[in-house]
């Protein structure tokens, strides 16, 4: 009988282990889930209002300053929120966020596989 073992080209190992190690490094450098929610509307069985993202600024958080100083000439006008904040690591559900946190930092030090900050524990 004649051996019909195969093997794998050194090219799909070598890509396989690419794979691998891409999503564990991506795991830590990416940033953490968040949604713009508006700070105001906590409800206690279902979290905080997911509002368009619009509302919250680039960075970290949007503080309490808020509002439009126009009226703008843009087609939608939907209602600004005035206590707009990124909300990271939460639970989505129907429009609504739960169980996460406003502190980025804290949201990154939940980590993932291969982070160093894995540890952290809490929620």
């Known amino acids: 009988m004649a ?11 070598v890509l396989g282990g690419m794979g691998v190690l891409a999503a564990a490094l991506s795991a830590c450098g990416s940033d953490p889930d968040r ?8 409800d206690y ?10 509302n919250c600024k680039s960075g970290s958080s949007a503080g ?12 939608g006008t939907s209602k600004s929120v005035g206590n707009a904040d990124w909300y990271y690591d939460a ?20 980590g993932g596989f291969g982070c160093s900050g894995s540890g952290s524990g809490g929620g």
């Open 3 to 13: 051996q019909t073992r195969r093997r794998l080209r050194s090219s799909t190992v």
């Open 35 to 42: 949604r713009c929610v508006d700070r105001n509307s906590y």
């Open 45 to 54: 069985l279902k979290g905080y209002k997911v509002v368009a993202d619009k």
């Open 64 to 75: 309490s300053s808020g509002g439009s100083s126009g009226k703008g000439g843009r087609k």
């Open 91 to 110: 639970d989505v559900s129907g429009g609504w966020a739960d169980y996460g946190t406003f502190s980025r930092s804290e949201a990154v030090d939940r």
